[in-house]
């Protein structure tokens, strides 16, 4: 699974099928559930955590070759398995406003939807008519935005583990230039702030909600509050103030350059993130009284 994930670490899928069509994943998922195999859907990698000693069961990797549609003016339709960034560049190329935000952002459209993926104010959410996925007992549904139940980094879809097989946008039409411009101002900034040098799974955290932490807290950060979109302290300054920037264990490290990363230096193992994650959450509890919430999915673990 290393070679199918962003952070490159992660042992064998006991079965392991590329799914290029809509059809090829249905009737792989329900054949799976005949065998009475586990099933997992795997977009773009990014965003997990794989055990060393991997996963047992089906892994499916989405790989559409499938076309976004534009549907009407302002409506697109995507297949799950499309890298996000391809999305941008389609509504940019149509002049549409919505995803601009996202520029830089790593994996599928399907795994930004599952995790209500945001950046500077904008979330996944924000664009989403309509959902189409795949329930725990192989029932197509077909969900609105409200039935979507997105939250901060989350959705029915990661709560559930259901498979999202496409989406509907609905964009407003904008200026191809100004569009265009955002993207990559995103794009540059990702590359200047984010250790984007090394296999990294992105966030570790969640970010901390500001209106939930006490008055003594907010006045220590009040400098270091920003809008995600509601006002948020970012994690990396908690685990920077609690000493752990730089810190290593085996081939694995907490971020110099961003904090709230941890990078494979090459050949880390899960365990080895598994244990700066538990020294992370006691260290920053111990100095904050502050729980930091896991964004990474586990699996396996």
């Known amino acids: ?10 042992g064998p899928a006991e079965y392991f099928l590329f799914a290029r069509k809509r059809r090829d994943l249905l009737r792989a998922i329900r054949i ?20 060393d000693n991997g996963i047992k069961g089906l892994v499916v990797k989405l790989q559409n070759k499938e076309p976004i549609i534009l549907k009407r003016r302002n409506i697109i339709q995507t297949p799950a398995g499309i890298q996000l960034g391809k999305v941008v560049q389609f ?5 549409l406003q919505g995803l601009e935000w996202s520029g830089g952002l790593p994996g599928t459209f399907g795994g930004a939807i599952r995790g209500n993926a945001g950046a500077f104010g904008g979330e996944i959410k924000d664009s989403i008519l309509t959902v189409e996925a795949l329930d725990n007992k192989l ?45 990559n101002s995103h794009i540059e900034y990702r590359k200047e702030k984010h250790p984007l040098e090394y296999p990294n799974a992105g966030s570790i955290f969640k970010n901390v909600d500001f209106r939930k932490v ?21 994690s990396a300054w908690f685990i920077i103030g ?11 490290q907490i971020s110099k350059k961003h904090s709230n990363y941890i990078v494979n230096l090459g050949g880390a193992k899960a365990k080895d993130v598994l244990k700066l994650v538990e020294l992370i959450k006691k260290k920053v509890k111990n100095k904050y009284n502050i729980e930091l919430e896991i964004e990474v999915q586990f699996i396996g673990l």
């Not at 699974?1 to 992660?10: A, E, P």
């Not at 509504?91 to 002049?95: A, G, P, Q, T």
């Open 139 to 183: 029932r197509l549904r077909k969900l609105s935005n409200e039935q979507c139940r997105f939250s901060y980094r989350s959705s029915i879809f990661k709560e559930k583990n259901w498979a999202v097989i496409s989406a509907e946008l609905k964009l407003v039409k904008g200026i191809k230039k100004n569009l265009k411009n955002i993207a």
């Open 242 to 252: 609690a000493g752990l920037a730089g810190k290593k264990i085996g081939q694995a």
């Open 214 to 234: 006490t008055l003594k807290i907010q006045k220590l950060f009040l400098d270091k509050v920003k809008k995600d979109p509601f006002l948020i302290i970012p």
């Open 32 to 51: 799976a559930k005949k065998l009475k195999l586990p099933v997992f859907v795997l977009g773009g990698g990014s965003n997990l955590l794989v055990s």
């Open 1 to 10: 699974m290393k070679n199918h994930t962003t952070f490159k670490i992660g």
């Open 91 to 95: 509504s940019i190329d149509k002049s």
